[in-house]
C-alpha cells in the first residue's frame, strides 16, 4: 500500500529516498562547484523542492533527483564564475575532508583531486556537468542526455571534448603514496631552507598559488619557475615555519598539511604532484574554505 500522498507517512518515505540519494547528490554538487559549503547549500536546495513536489509523478526518484542537482549546480557555476571576478588574488577549489568517504559518493574518485577541479573551471558547465556525470559516476550517455535536456550524440561530443582538455593539461599523475612523500620532503626542506633540496623537487615549470582572498602577507599572484619559487621560499623559511606546527588530513583523496600557528589553524598546504616531481604547491589560507575539513585538535 502506498503512502497517502502529503501525509507524514509519505514525508518520511521522501525523506528516506533523499537521504539515500544525498552522498551522490553532494558529490555531484562539489565536483560542479569546487566547494563544499556551497554544494550543501545546493542539496539543501534540492530537498525543500523535492518535498514540495507532487512525487506521485516521480516514476525514477534517483534520476529526479540527479536532474534537479545537476541542473541547479550548472546555474548556480555560472553564477559562481562572476563572483569570483572580483576574487582577490588566485582563486583555488576548496578542500573537503575524504578520510572518511574517499569517493566522495562516487564510485570512484575521479574529478576530485585539486589538479581535476582546477583544470575542470576551464570547462564549460555542460561539459563539466557530462563530465562529472559519466567519469566520477558512471552515467550512461542516455541518463546525461536527459538530465542535460540534450541527445546522446550531443553528450558525447561534451564528455570527449572535456577528456581531451583534461588529458592535453594534466601530466602523468603521482600514485598517494609518492605525492605524500614528495609533500613531506618538501615541507623539511622548505623549513630548513635547503635550495638544492627544493629544486630536487620541482618540476620545470613548478607554480606556487596561494589562496587567501586578499588575506595580509599571501602571495596575490602565481609564482612560475623553479628559480622563483625556491627564492620564494627560502625567504620566508625562518620567519613563516618557526612558529608552524604541521599536522595531517587527508583532502580531496591526498594528503594535506595542516598548518598552525602558535595553536591557531592558519590553513592547508598540499601539492599536486607527477611522476617529474611537484609541479603545483596550493597554499590555502583562506579561513572560510578550511572549515569542511575535520583537522586534529
Not at 7 to 17: F, Q
Not at 31 to 39: F, P, Q, V
Not at 227 to 251: C, H, K, M, P, Y
Request: without cysteine; negative net charge; aromatic residues 8%.
Amino acid at each position: 500500500m502506498s503512502a497517502e500522498p502529503g501525509g507524514a507517512d509519505d514525508l518520511e518515505e521522501a525523506a528516506a529516498v533523499f537521504t539515500t540519494a544525498r552522498p551522490r547528490l553532494f558529490g555531484i554538487a562539489y565536483r560542479m562547484l569546487s566547494s563544499a559549503a556551497e554544494a550543501e547549500d545546493l542539496v539543501q536546495e534540492v530537498w525543500l523542492r523535492w518535498q514540495a513536489y507532487d512525487r506521485s509523478q516521480v516514476s525514477n526518484p534517483d534520476a529526479f533527483l540527479a536532474t534537479t542537482t545537476t541542473r541547479l549546480a550548472i546555474n548556480a557555476l555560472r553564477s559562481a564564475r562572476v563572483r569570483r571576478e572580483t576574487y582577490i588574488g588566485p582563486w583555488l577549489p576548496e578542500p573537503i575532508d575524504t578520510s572518511a568517504d574517499p569517493y566522495l559518493g562516487a564510485e570512484r574518485g575521479e574529478a576530485l583531486e585539486f589538479a581535476a577541479l582546477l583544470l575542470m573551471e576551464k570547462l564549460t558547465p555542460n561539459e563539466r556537468a557530462a563530465y562529472v556525470l559519466r567519469e566520477a559516476f558512471d552515467y550512461a550517455y542516455a541518463e546525461i542526455a536527459n538530465i542535460l535536456s540534450s541527445t546522446e550524440p550531443a553528450v558525447r561530443q561534451l564528455v570527449s571534448r572535456a577528456r581531451k582538455h583534461m588529458a592535453s593539461e594534466r601530466h602523468s599523475p603521482a600514485d598517494a603514496a609518492a605525492q605524500r612523500e614528495l609533500l613531506t620532503t618538501f615541507i623539511a626542506a622548505a623549513r630548513s631552507g635547503d635550495m638544492a633540496a627544493l629544486e630536487r623537487l620541482f618540476t620545470p615549470d613548478v607554480t606556487s598559488l596561494s589562496d587567501g582572498n586578499g588575506r595580509v602577507r599571501v602571495a596575490r599572484q602565481p609564482i612560475v619557475g623553479v628559480r622563483r619559487v625556491v627564492r620564494f621560499l627560502t625567504a620566508i623559511s625562518g620567519s613563516f615555519w618557526e612558529n608552524v606546527d604541521v599536522q595531517w588530513a587527508t583532502t580531496n583523496g591526498q594528503t594535506s598539511a595542516v598548518l598552525r600557528v602558535d595553536g591557531e589553524l592558519y590553513g592547508l598546504l598540499t601539492v599536486n604532484a607527477t611522476t617529474e616531481g611537484i609541479d603545483r604547491l596550493l597554499w590555502m589560507v583562506n579561513p572560510e574554505k578550511n572549515r569542511a575539513v575535520s583537522v586534529p585538535a
